[in-house]
């Protein structure tokens, strides 16, 4: 089934057509004749679902299609004008230029695609000054974010000598070698074929780094062999190695190895990646020194570094809330490792269809959790969590409704009024939901309703207003979202008031009836509503029918009169 | 012949000329922002709800539209009452059995099976239809709007049900009402012959004669009205009953408008939980030892193979250090004596280890111990 794109009504009936049809001809005939010209220019669009980005829309549908048609709404590009949308473009050289080199062929893919894709129409360079406001704001966005989630290569371009080195810059970085646009990384194989020499101890004279404080033991990898983990957990296995920061926090800088062999990494090939593809610049001992204050901030910056492999998923970030409050400057925004961890990183998706597994919806709950623990309580208590804890894989994990990696802030006008598509993803599938023995109509009978007309209505023309007409979860709960039977549950009268009263305060007890839950009118329910639905359904096309034959019968006569006045006149 | 032809017949005041168009103008307004609701799923809808600004505007002029069509109907209330109590005037206006007659007639003669179409007076049962239309409709679209504007103070006095019956008929009956204005009204007044009385006043005698032919014998015999001296006083008695019907009628209009606040106007939080929260990290874990450190052989050997050889080991002795055998740790490193038998405080590993400059740590306990085996003079065995 596909998504749908807006709450729609599931009840077309040749009485509704025949309805538009004749508000058609209302229109042209009581409005202004530009209004009938713009009517008929609309059929020849595309159809109106495609105009309105959704915030369920993939970054790539949606600015396309918004610059094909021309029609997009004024306030709709600041949904997609992201602080990393002016980076692509500057990656782009850097990762096409990386992809031919020898030293990891095979992951790093980088597509072109994915370039054209973020260089749309924000990139004031290539829409050819269309829009050359933003243009000049894109500019100095991308010098000003080029922070944290650059890559050291391309953080630092040639010719900048104010910058401070790195510690993750590689140590060759002050060449200048014939490669101007990249610095050379310690994964390029060597120019000149050298004996895979191990590890070397050199000399005691200090050797070029600028962190040599001490000028003994200054241990350097002379030949082009990379250090090996092995190498590395001849000290970092040791249980007790700790390292203390700046801000004085002690960290623990042992390396479970047995830990990391079952991770997706130290599984990778024979051997397992090697440390320092992650631990960049960390090829030498004593080690440079950590610049980072805070154990925070060390995390943060190692998660860069999973960029160099992971490029198409921080493309995918690139909308992602983390990423936007961490370039807002809070630090507790999650970063790669915090769900993804260090050492033990999993597989949580097919690797050929790329779909997430089926089993792991709890673990990543339990990412989740790590700073959202008090939603995970409420959740874990949900019809929903208890559900996928008892390793269910039909109910929703967190990801399932707020996604993975373009995670959207639930704070937004656009994700409230959007929010009852997230519901549909699974509540209108009816394959999914018989399973259950839940009704699909409840989308249908809550765009029938008040307030999911207005909802559905707001989707379209005010598609980032707040707007308080409630939507699923204001009913029904978010994270503690309980089945409608039972005790406590929304379907109970005496709780349903208060549910109503909380957005109608003076409602009593019949009120709650105004409401049909989500039933279609039927004589057993809501007798009233069924009469009357019925004598509309039948009564319009009979009186109306009724006065049309009288009026085609006139027609009729009226003829007969002209043929009968032109005899005369002959 | 000709002059007859060609003279026309006064037929609506200014004053009823002005109250059809207040009508056309809140029917039409409430046709189009209410459609848009009905049909809210059609891009037409959705067009004009933009143009007008936006759903919550589109809302309120309908209910403008709806206070308009209130305050018309209190006002034809009035000028009903005045023509039939001070002006006397005959109620030719309702439906008689002669109009049910009349419209079977006209069906039979439009089909040609009847030679003549049947006479009618100064209002016609096409006329007497829509009128009546328009009067039940706007009661049922008074009725049921009130209890979708007020759906609390609805529901207050009858049952919940009630609402979702009244959204029905508002909208059924809406619906009915456009298109009956559309196929009826329309067609007589417009398409079949455009009829100017509305705008003008006057109907010329042709179309007098073809549609009202009772009316134009009746007006090209004019009576001398009877003289009617009780008129002044009626006239007197019904404005001031209507005047004040009215102005109460008009007073509960304006209480209504803003009678009940349906629903707050803040969205509330859907719930109340700390977003950011969490876990504690775990602590850094320091693996003590915890065996009797009493010689070399008998425990401080294993605890450098477990602990120190990582790095001081043989393979990369770190400050030269090589911690695998007895005698490489009393051979010390480069620069500081390791292990000084007797003397803890000359012993590198003791006062590098305590100095918090290493790397890996011991437990107190294990350091501890570390140092009683040198004080006893580091025991091989």
Known sequence: ?570 | MKTETQRKYFRFPLAYRIEHWVMVASFTTLALTGLVQKFAQSDISIWIINALGGLTNVRIIHRIGATVLILEAIYHVGLLGYNLFVRRYSPDLLLTREDLRNALHTFQYNLGWRKERPKQGRYTFEEKFEYFAIIWGTIVMIVTGFILWNPIAATSVLPGEFVPAAKAVHSGEALLAVLAIIVWHMYHVHIRKFNKSMFTGYLDAEDMLEEHPLELEALNQPVEPEPDPDRPRRRRVFLTVYGIVAAVLVAVVAYLITFEQTAIETIEPIETVNVFAPLPPEPVQIVSFDRPLNSWEDGVGELFATRCTFCHGARMPLSGLNLTNYDAAILGGTNLPAITPNDPENSGIITKLRSGDHPAVLTDEDLAGLEAWIKAGAPRE
């Open chain 1, 1 to 570: 089934m596909t998504a749908r794109k807006y709450l729609t009504s599931h009840q077309p009936s040749a009485l509704k057509l025949f309805g538009i049809g004749l508000m058609l001809i209302g229109v042209g005939l009581f409005l202004l004749p530009e209004a009938h010209a713009q009517t008929l220019g609309s059929d020849d669009a595309p159809p109106e679902v495609t105009r309105y980005t959704s915030i369920f829309d993939s970054a790539v549908t949606a600015q396309p299609q918004a610059q094909a048609t021309g029609n997009t709404p004024a306030g709709a590009p600041t949904r997609y004008t992201s602080i990393f949308d002016a980076q692509p473009a500057a990656t782009s050289p850097e990762t096409v230029t990386e992809a031919p080199g020898e030293a990891m062929p095979e992951e790093s893919p980088t597509p072109a695609p994915q370039v054209t894709r973020y260089t749309s129409i924000f990139d004031g360079a290539q829409t050819g000054g269309q829009q050359p406001a933003q243009a000049a704001t894109a500019v100095p966005q991308a010098t000003r974010y080029t922070s944290i989630f650059d890559s050291p290569t391309q953080a630092q371009p040639a010719g900048q000598p104010t910058r401070v080195p790195s510690i993750f810059d590689s140590p060759t970085s002050g060449q200048p070698a014939g490669q101007p646009t990249r610095v050379p990384s310690i994964f390029d194989s060597a120019p000149g074929a050298q004996p895979a020499a191990t590890t070397t101890i050199a000399p005691a004279a200090p050797i070029g780094s600028i962190f040599d404080s001490r000028p003994a033991d200054v241990i350097r990898f002379e030949g082009q062999e990379p250090p090996d983990r092995e190498y590395c957990l001849s000290c970092h296995a040791n249980p007790n190695l700790v390292m203390e920061l700046p801000s004085g926090e002690v960290i623990s800088v042992t390396v479970n190895e047995e830990e990391y062999l079952s991770s997706v990494h130290g599984q990778h090939g024979k051997d397992g990646y090697r440390c320092i593809r992650c631990h960049t610049g960390m090829n030498e001992y004593p080690h440079p020194e950590v610049e980072a204050q805070s154990a925070r901030e060390l995390t943060i910056e190692l998660s860069t570094s999973c960029q160099g492999c992971h490029a198409d998923k921080y493309d995918e970030m690139v909308d992602d809330v983390h990423v936007a409050l961490l370039a807002s400057g809070n630090e507790n925004a999650a970063v790669c490792s915090d769900c993804h961890t260090g050492h033990a990183v999993q597989r949580l998706t097919d690797e050929t269809t790329g779909q997430p597994l089926p089993d792991i919806g709890d673990e990543s709950a339990a990412m989740c959790a790590t700073c959202h623990s008090e939603i995970y309580a409420n959740y874990a208590q949900s019809v929903h969590g208890s559900a996928v804890l008892e390793g269910n894989p039909d109910a929703p994990t967190c990801a399932d409704c707020h996604g993975v990696h373009n995670t959207q802030g639930p704070s937004t006008g656009a994700f409230r009024l959007f929010s009852p598509q997230i519901c549909a993803t699974c509540h209108a599938d009816e394959q999914l939901m018989a399973k259950y023995g839940i009704s699909t109509d409840v989308f249908d009978t809550y765009v029938a309703d008040f307030h999911g007309t207005t909802v559905s209505i707001f989707q379209r023309t005010a598609p980032d207003q707040p707007i308080n007409a409630p939507v699923c979860a204001d009913c029904h709960g978010v994270h503690n979202i309980m089945a409608t039977s039972g005790e406590g549950s929304i379907a109970i009268k005496e709780n349903l008031v208060a549910t109503c009263q909380r957005c109608h305060p003076g409602a009593t007890t019949n009120f709650p009836d105004a409401w049909m839950s989500h039933y279609a009118p039927s004589l057993e329910r809501t007798p009233l509503v069924a009469i009357a639905t019925a004598a509309y359904t039948i009564g319009i096309p009979a009186i109306i029918g009724g006065l049309g034959l009288f009026v085609l019968s006139d027609i009729r006569r009226r003829r007969v009169e002209r043929r009968k006045e032109r005899q005369h006149e002959d």
